[in-house]
């Protein structure tokens, strides 16, 4: 993956604190859980402290983490007034959003509130985080970003800042575009990095004149690569036998994802597969459907699962399946997963950029877009001859960074900041 930089300076301060700022931190795994605390790891490694702010809680095994990675993890917002009173108002705009989506459904009004929620929450979180940090040489990003009111959450929290978007759900409509030029801080205090080029453009055409990069945000040494004992041990875990054939279906099941297609060709194949699921949230009709078409077993963690249960499941299949929808230009977490941890994919031609540069790959089987009878013969053919396990250096190919550099493009931003903030 070509990566897009933004304009770049020497590194002049390599051990700065490293603040990382994580609305989602509640919830178990998903994209940011990997890779934040690997990056702790390596703050850890470089003598550099770290700081994780996730005011609205942190899932237990995640704080472990941190801990023993010697991160500070800051879990609730602080006694400052204007903290407090950005995260109540944020919290408020919350419950008005939900409330705002079941009397409209299907409108905009949520989504812009919704917006604005994050935004506050963003700048309590930022407000408390480097209140923290004294020094005036530090790195601060916000890993899951709001694709909107970017530089709101500067002017709010005070705050120069780096900004991790992965997507762009919704656009500001009139009232938020207003709300957020209204503002008077400088673009300048901002940097905004995009894990993939498809969604770096939608930015920066929505956002003229805001600085915008790409850099991948998946880490090419997140985890332990999975080893043959691995795969033997989980294997036994699911009763299956060596002759048995079994895909992994991991993820939550978004919109963006097209688990009708994959139902719809499981139910096309003439030869038994155990279908291993471990994602949140997962729809239970989708789930039924699924299993009904099933000629075998079906494996499903109730609710969120724990990163040791996805890796197991990941051991145990013989090939994972990534289906989305044409167009979705979304960094895949997933598809990072299978390089890193070495298995076999099978991957929907969804986004051209995609195909382009795992189109070759032995390791990958790729179909057709909403085309269960490719899938099924995908997967029939998977079944017969297996995929080969991708080398340790695919990651690599992928264009996934490793902790080391992810920090110091990080801290080459910062200095940036800082630079083209002074007078």
């Known amino acids: 993956m070509a990566r897009a930089a933004l304009r770049r300076q020497p590194m002049t301060a390599t051990a700065a604190p490293l603040v990382l700022i994580e609305p989602a931190a509640g919830s178990v795994g998903g994209h940011w859980f990997q890779a934040a605390i690997r990056l702790a790891q390596q703050c850890a490694a470089e003598g550099r402290p770290c700081t994780v702010v996730a005011l609205g809680g942190i899932e237990p095994t995640a704080r472990v983490a941190f801990h023993r990675a010697r991160a500070d993890v800051i879990g609730c917002v602080g006694r400052e007034p204007t903290e407090r009173s950005l995260w109540a108002a944020s919290r408020l705009l919350g419950r008005a959003s939900r409330l705002a989506g079941r009397l409209a459904r299907h409108r905009r009004l949520p989504h812009q509130i919704g917006a604005l929620a994050r935004c506050l929450a963003e700048a309590a979180a930022l407000r408390t985080g480097t209140r923290r940090i004294q020094t005036g040489r530090r790195v601060v990003v916000v890993l899951s970003a709001s694709g909107a009111l970017h530089i709101l959450a500067a002017a709010l929290s005070g705050t120069a800042h780096i900004r991790v978007v992965h997507e762009i759900p919704t656009t500001e409509d009139r009232a938020l575009r207003l709300i957020g030029r209204l503002v008077s801080v400088s673009l300048d205090q901002v940097r905004v990095v995009c894990p993939t080029e498809a969604v770096r453009a939608r930015l920066a055409h929505l956002f003229p004149g805001l600085p915008v990069g790409m850099w991948p945000f998946a880490l090419a040494d997140a985890e332990p690569r999975l080893t043959d004992a691995d795969r033997a041990a989980a ?18 099941w978004w919109p963006h994802k097209d688990i009708a297609t994959v139902t719809a060709a499981l139910a096309r194949l003439t030869r038994p ?46 090939a994972a399946i990534v289906a989305r ?23 929907s031609d969804h986004d051209p950029a995609t195909t382009n540069l795992l189109g070759n790959r032995q390791w ?23 995929l080969p396990r991708p080398a340790p250096g695919e990651a690599a190919h992928l264009g996934l ?18 630079v083209d903030s002074k007078p």
């Open 235 to 252: 294997r036994a875990d699911f009763g299956l036998r060596s002759d048995d054939a079994a895909l992994a279906l991991v993820g939550g």
């Open 273 to 318: 597969v155990c279908v291993l699921v471990a994602g949140h949230p997962v729809d239970p009709m989708l789930l039924r459907d699924l299993a009904a078409a099933v000629d075998g077993r079906v494996h499903t963690f109730a609710g969120a699962a724990p990163r040791w249960h996805v890796r197991r499941v990941y051991a145990a299949a013989d």
């Open 325 to 347: 929808r044409a167009g979705v230009g979304k960094e895949s977490g997933l598809i990072a997963d299978c390089a890193v941890l070495g298995v076999p994919l099978l991957l």
């Open 364 to 386: 990958v089987r790729l179909f057709r877009t909403a085309d269960p009878d490719d899938l099924a013969a995908a997967i029939t053919d998977t079944t017969r001859r297996p």
């Open 401 to 418: 960074p490793t902790a080391a550099a992810t920090l110091a493009f990080w801290t080459d931003l910062s200095t940036n900041i800082e």
